[in-house]
C-alpha cells in the first residue's frame, strides 16, 4: 500500500472530524462513527464492517500490521492525538472510522428470531451488557427505541465490546414493531410487577418473538404495556427491592430463546 500518512497536530482537520464522530451530530452528518481499542476495531474488520479508515500510534500500526487489510487507509496519529479521541484515562491507541450503511439505520422486515426491543434504556453500561448477553444467547437482534441512547454513542460503543457486529441492531418505532409481531401471531412479552404479570418460568421459550426490557427508573411505557402478549416477571426471593435491568434481560433471554 501507498505509504501511511502521519498527523502531529492535535489541530489537523482530519482529527477534528474524528472528534466530531463522537457525537450525535457528527454521526448525522457525515454518517460515520468511531470505535475505538483493537478488540471492538478487530471485530469490526473480521465481520466486514464498513471501516473507511484506520488510525493508530505507531506502537500500535506495528503490533497489529499483520491484521490489518493493506486495502483500507490507514493513519498513523500521536499519543496526544490519540487522548483527543476518547474520554476514557488510558487511549487503547487504535481507533476505526467505520461507516453508518443504510443496513444499519433501517429496521429489517419481518420478525423471524429472537429479538430485544430497548424502551427509554439510558445506561450506556446496560445497553452494552444487553447486546453482549443477547449476543451470547443466540438473539437475531436489538432494536433501539425512542429515547434509548444512541448505540453509536462512544460509552455505548465500548460497552458493546464487539457484539454489536454480531447480531443486528436498528432504531425503531417499538409501537410498530409491536404490530409487525402481532401480524405476524408471533408473541411480544414485556416486564412487569402486576397481578396480571406472568411468572418467567410459566413460559414456553420459542424461537421468534420480542422481548421489551424497560427504562432503568420508569420500567416500560404504559402504551406498550398493554399491546403486548404477556408481561413478566422474574420472583425474588431475598430483600431486593428490584434487579438490575441488564441482569433481568439476561435472565430472561436465557430463559425464553431455548
Do not use: C
Amino acid at each position: 500500500m501507498d505509504m501511511i500518512e502521519k498527523i502531529t497536530s492535535t489541530q489537523n482537520a482530519k482529527v477534528k472530524k474524528w472528534q466530531h464522530l463522537t457525537t450525535k451530530k457528527g454521526h448525522q452528518k457525515y454518517h460515520q462513527y468511531l470505535v475505538e481499542g483493537w478488540h471492538t476495531v478487530g471485530n469490526a474488520l473480521t465481520a466486514h464492517e464498513p471501516v473507511q479508515t484506520l488510525i493508530a500510534t505507531g506502537e500500535q500500526l506495528d503490533a497489529h500490521q499483520n491484521d490489518l487489510p493493506d486495502t483500507i487507509e490507514q493513519i498513523e496519529i500521536t499519543e496526544e492525538i490519540a487522548k483527543k479521541l476518547t474520554d476514557t484515562v488510558t487511549p487503547q491507541g487504535i481507533f476505526a472510522v467505520v461507516n453508518i450503511t443504510a443496513a444499519t439505520r433501517v429496521a429489517p422486515a419481518g420478525a423471524d428470531g429472537a429479538w430485544l426491543l430497548l424502551d427509554r434504556i439510558q445506561d450506556p453500561g446496560n445497553i452494552g451488557t444487553m447486546v453482549r448477553t443477547a449476543d451470547a444467547a443466540g438473539f437475531t437482534g436489538i432494536v433501539f427505541g425512542k429515547g434509548t441512547s444512541s448505540r453509536f454513542n462512544p460509552k455505548v460503543i465500548r460497552s458493546m465490546q464487539g457484539s454489536q457486529f454480531h447480531v443486528q441492531l436498528t432504531e425503531g418505532d417499538l409501537t410498530e414493531w409491536l404490530q409487525t409481531f402481532q401480524t405476524a401471531n408471533k408473541p411480544v412479552y414485556g416486564t412487569a410487577l402486576n397481578k396480571d404479570a406472568k411468572n418467567f418460568r410459566d413460559v414456553t421459550a420459542g424461537n421468534d418473538f420480542g422481548l421489551i426490557m424497560g427504562n432503568e427508573g420508569q420500567g416500560m411505557a404504559p402504551e406498550l404495556m398493554t399491546q403486548t402478549t404477556e408481561n413478566l416477571y422474574i420472583p425474588i426471593k431475598g430483600n431486593a427491592e428490584s434487579l438490575n435491568v441488564a441482569i433481568a434481560a439476561g435472565v430472561l433471554m436465557f430463559q425464553l430463546n431455548q
